[in-house]
Structure formats: C-alpha cells, structure tokens
C-alpha cells in the first residue's frame, strides 16, 4: 500500500471513529489505538504536504495561528424565535397556527439547547464553511474554530445529501467541562465563566483554534435548509442527516396534538435536569417546510415556530444597594446590588430593578431580603422580599431625583414608567451611549471600534458625538496606550467602508427615539433621503404603515433640534449615504397605492411575508383584519370560513395569487 492509499485510509477509519465517539456514544476502540492512528496520519501528511485536504481528521486538533475572523452574509437569515413562558401562550400559537393554514399539521419538539448558534454549509459532503449568527444578517467566520469540534463531521458518510446545504444547530460545553475549566480559571486567578453558553461563546471567538480544541466543545444540529431536501417533513429531514453523520438530540419528537405538545413540556421540565448540558426550554416548529413557506415571518422571528421558556428557578439573597445607570436615550435605569447567589448554573450579583414603580411596588429596603429569579432564565430580576428577615432600622429604597453622572434634574414624562436626564448633549454616558449604539454591528457595524476605545477616545477629548469620528486621524489614534498602529489601519479601514452602510442603516444608527431597525426601514422607502424626512409634516409621517403619532412626534423632535440637524449635516459631508440608492428603489411602483389590502390562505409561488414585501413594494397598505374600507383580499388556498363569510358580507372583491401578480406587473 502507497503513503497516499494509506493517508486516505486512515482518514475514513478516523472519520467514522470520531461519529461512533462523539455522535453515537459507542466507541469500538481505545482511546490509545485512536491516538496511534491519528499519529501515524499526521506523520504521513507530513511526509506529503501536497496532499493536505482541509477537512482531514488532523484538522481537530487546530492550530497555533491567530486569525481574525471575516464576515459572512448569511443566506438565509437567522432570525430568533418568539418566545412564550405560559401554556397558554403555546395554546395561543397552536390556534394561530391551526387557523392560518386551516389544514392538518404536525409539530416536532426540540429541547432548547442554552448554547451559541451556528450555521455549517455542505458542499459534495464536506463542510466548507462554519458562521455565528451575529446579527442575523451576517456572521463570522468561525470555519476553523469549528472544525475542532469532534461531533460535527468534515466529511459525510451514508448517501442522499444534497450536494449544497446549510444546516443550522447549537455549540455547546457540557456541564462537566465548563465545570472543569472554571477550576482551572479559578487556580490562575482568572474570572470564571458565568455560565457554558458564555463559555461556549467566548470559546468559538477565540482565535488560536488550537485552544479551541483543548476546550472540548460539542455540537446538537436542528435545522436543515437547502434547495433539494429530501423530505418536506423538517423531523424526517433530520433523520436523514443523522445518517449522513450529524449529531441529532434524540430528544426530538413530532406530535399531532395540543396535549402531546405539553406531555412533552411537562416530561422535559422536570428531565432536563439531568442532561449533560444547559438547556431553558423546548421549541416548537411546524413540521412541514411547505407550511413552513406559507405561515412566513414577522420582522424577528418565524410564525411557525416558537420557543417556549422554562419557568424561572428562585433563590434568596440580600440586597446591598441600589446603583442607578443611565442610557443612551437618558433613560435611568435602578440596579439591585445583591450578595452573589448560585442561580440557574450562574453566579448573580445584579439584577435590574426597572423603574421607580417597581421599587415602590417591593417595598425595599437596604439590606433586604430578596427573592431573584431570573426571567426566561437569562435576566435576573427581583420578585418579592421577605419582609419578615427585614433588618431593623433598615433605609428605605428611594428613587433619585438627579442624574447620577451629570447631576441635571431627572424629569418623568405623561405614560412613560422611566425616569429621564435630559441634559443630552452633555452627559457623559448619553453621549458614548449613542455612539455606542452608532458602530454596532446592526446599525453602522464599524469594525475595530468598540465600548472601551469609544470610552478612551472620548476621555481623550478626541471625540463628543457621532460625527467626530469621521474626523480621526491614523496617527492620533496609533500613540494611545494599548492601540498602536495596526489597531489604527483597523478603525479607520472600518470608518471607510461605514460610508457604504444603506440610507436605512444609516437612519436607524442616528439613535432617534422610538426608531428601530424596521421602523428605519418603512421610513428610508416613504422618505428616500434624510432631507425629505426632516421636511416631512406629522401627517405626512403618520401616512407610513405601522408609523404611530409618537414616532412621528419623535422623528420631528430630533430634527427641530439644530444640534441634530448640524449632526446630520456633517454626517453627510463626512460621506456617509443620506439617500437611498436607485437600485434600493427600482421595481417600487404605486400600482396599489391608497388600497388596503388582508391576506388570507395559503400560497404557491410567494409566501405570505413576500406578499406583504409586494403590497409595500408596490404602494399598498397591508391590514390584518377586514373592514369596510378593505380595498380586496388577497386569497390563497385554504382562507377561514369566518373571513370568507365577512367579505362576502361586506362585498369585499377576493383577488386570486395569479392576478394579484399582474396587477403588481402592470404599467
């Protein structure tokens, strides 16, 4: 046998080793014969550096080189799920679901693993690529971080894979690792990890991959999505890829009825206990892809899934103060300083007190007894006291009444719970707040920035608002401790290429109030440029689908500060897009403009979020529910009975999909 027949050998039987370790649990060697034919492997791929494959077994074990991670725009983008903390609410969704599609479906039950997300494409049965879901949108190349992880597999064993696919699951460090490297942490005098999501987060950024290796992550893969899958059923797709060699939870289950769904809630609360890793909850999915397409989308979440939280775990601490922080919008937010208390696998300390209401509300005092939980398992928060282990004499929590970072008087507005600074200009969070909030990742996504050099630029005087960083120089920036020259090329290769973040981006990053990412968005296409929106009147901005009085009264009170409007103007000067290009705005039409349209069924070419892009696109209003001032229902297979009697009752037209499409076509 030739050193190359042999490289390929040991590869195969490495591959299959690893699935029946780390996959099936059921190993049929020892650890040592494994080690001695990984040695043998890497000896022989030494000997032959021309025949180095990317996805060889040797590749687990990772290497010294840093890397720095690129960004990859996802292909179909990652959103997060809806969650619910109630049966009830789960009820809710199953009637939503059983109503929209009007047709029998199956739903497939997942455990919610508490880990970090992670999306692996396949091509001809190797993975080529491993990206985080970052915002979304875009990820970061995490490729070779993963290929240490020994449960997901380089190269496919079995048949019938697509020859392209992404699917989609959660890195994970078990308990008995994350245990373990926190001790090792805690012996060198290093700040333990809060808990393994944490853990297996900071992990995956990390950029030496062989230290990756070392920290003996794994992986439970959830999500399929290609162009030729094999099964329209998403549980039987699974299925499928666990024969090709995924770790799939043997956890999963498809049900067919509202009482199934919560046997399996009910089994899982109390089980979950003693699995090997965290997990905070069961997701549910409607099982067929086909049904999948036609329940569609809201702006942040998919309509035919839901994450259902596991009841918070409680414990009782001492309260030793109360801190106050102050945000980017002036809001004061109460902090509650507590005794640390073991909670859910973490360790807590702090836990927000919202508001002065809530604070009014506990009762709380100085020393107090506090019961913590934590909602959803995530943030802790404070949920009663126990008032009968109250400290004598005990001072009573009372609200501040000025900012405690610039000392302005707070004020509380009509229907808002929070308290507010309003010194803007001048008070030091409010100020690196914005900016803060103006490079992260959603909104200008400028590379090499972030909170503590936004904090060294300012405490320098190099910068006092948005727009000051456009007027940094390499050189400034290289002489500050801890920078230097290569952390200068960075910022400023990152302010560079901000100048071609989209108008939409642009306005959400301008942190005005009550404007978020799809808020951002409705407005760039009614008010295509930053200069026509400040013209813009109150009526004119309440005609925007979805846009209310108080984000317009917002909108008009940013630009009737002069302050704002010199902002933007330097903005613009500095380069940065204050219009929307003309292929963002190609293909709009007011074929449908002053018509308000609901839709109701199921589709074939489009699904129904596509069908509101449309109606959008192409100058209608999209309405939830009919009315006499519904100018026609667009209708798909399927529409309820109830919506159907309801237009007929009011004499509503029903547009068929195909004619809708020509309607939309039409000069």
Request: aromatic share 8%; glycine share 6%.
């Amino acid at each position: 046998m030739t050193d190359i027949e042999r490289i390929d050998q040991l590869r195969e039987e490495l591959h299959l080793h690893n699935y029946n370790y780390y996959v099936l649990n059921a190993p049929v060697i020892s650890d040592k014969e494994f080690d001695d034919l990984m040695r043998e492997l890497q000896e022989l791929e030494a000997r032959h550096p021309e025949y180095m494959d990317e996805n060889s077994p040797t590749m687990r074990v990772g290497s010294d080189i840093n890397k720095n991670f690129t960004q990859i725009e996802h292909k179909y983008p990652m959103l997060s799920l809806g969650n619910t903390y109630s049966q009830a609410e789960v009820t809710e969704f199953y009637e939503r679901v059983s109503k929209a599609l009007n047709e029998d479906f199956e739903i497939c039950c997942e455990m919610k693993f508490d880990g970090t997300s992670i999306s692996l494409t396949y091509e001809h049965g190797r993975l080529v690529r491993a990206v985080t879901r970052g915002d979304g949108t875009k990820g970061d190349d995490v490729t070779d971080n993963v290929k240490t992880i020994r449960s997901i597999p380089l190269k496919l064993h079995g048949e019938g894979y697509p020859d392209v696919f992404e699917i989609r699951g959660e890195i994970l460090m078990p308990w008995v690792v994350f245990e373990e490297l926190n001790r090792e942490r805690e012996s060198r005098e290093e700040p333990l990890f809060a808990n393994p999501r944490n853990a297996a987060s900071g992990t995956l950024k990390l950029q030496n991959s062989a230290q990756v290796a070392s920290r003996k992550l794994d992986a439970y893969l959830y999500y399929l999505l290609g162009d030729n899958l094999p099964c329209d059923g998403h549980y039987e797709n699974l299925k499928e890829a666990e024969k090709w060699g995924f770790k799939i939870s043997d956890i999963t289950r498809k049900v067919h009825s509202l009482q199934e769904v919560f046997d399996f809630i009910n089994y899982w609360d109390v089980e979950r206990k003693n699995l090997p890793v965290a997990t905070d909850g069961i997701v549910l999915k409607v099982n067929s892809l086909r049904q999948q397409k036609n329940l569609g989308y809201t702006a942040k979440s998919p309509r035919w899934a839901i994450a259902y939280k596991f009841q918070a775990e409680q414990a009782l601490t001492r309260l030793l103060k109360v801190t106050y922080q102050v945000g980017r919008t002036g809001a004061i937010t109460p902090v509650a300083n507590l005794e640390p208390v073991q909670l859910s696998g973490t360790v807590v300390r702090r836990a927000s007190l919202h508001n002065a209401d809530i604070i009014a509300s506990l009762d709380l005092h100085v020393g107090d007894s506090v019961y913590v939980e934590k909602g959803g398992e995530i943030i802790p928060k404070i949920t009663g006291v126990e008032t009968s282990l109250r400290p004598a004499g005990s001072e009573k929590v009372t609200f501040i009444t000025h900012c405690p970072e610039c000392g302005s008087p707070l004020v509380r507005y009509e229907d808002e719970a929070a308290h507010y600074c309003t010194n803007e200009t001048q008070c030091p969070p409010q100020i690196k707040g914005k900016i803060e909030h103006f490079i992260s990742r959603r909104a200008m996504n400028i590379e090499g920035l972030g909170p503590e050099t936004v904090d060294l630029f300012y405490q320098e005087g190099m910068i006092h608002d948005v727009a000051d960083l456009y007027q940094l120089q390499s050189q400034d920036i290289a002489r500050l401790e801890r920078l230097g020259e290569k952390s200068a090329e960075n910022i400023m290769a990152g302010l560079a290429r901000s100048r071609e973040v989209p108008y939409e981006r642009v306005l959400f990053a301008l942190g005005i109030r009550f404007v978020g990412e799809t808020v951002a968005k409705k407005i760039a296409r009614a008010f295509p440029s930053i200069d026509l929106l400040a013209a813009a009147t109150l009526e004119d901005l309440i005609q925007i689908d979805e846009i209310g009085t108080r984000i317009a009264q917002s909108i008009l009170l940013y630009f009737s500060n002069k302050k704002n409007r010199q902002l933007v103007a330097r903005l613009k000067e500095a380069g940065l897009k204050m219009e929307a290009d003309e292929e963002d705005r190609s293909g709009y039409t007011d074929n449908l403009a002053g018509q308000s349209i609901v839709i109701s069924g199921v589709f074939q070419h489009h699904s129904r979020d596509e069908y509101k892009a449309l109606i959008e696109k192409h100058g209608g209003k999209n309405v939830g529910s009919i009315s006499k001032k519904t100018s026609f229902i667009l209708k798909g297979d399927n529409m309820g009975p109830s919506k159907l009697e309801k237009a007929e009752k009011l004499g509503i037209r029903l547009v068929e999909e195909d004619e809708f499409l020509k309607m939309i076509q039409e000069a």
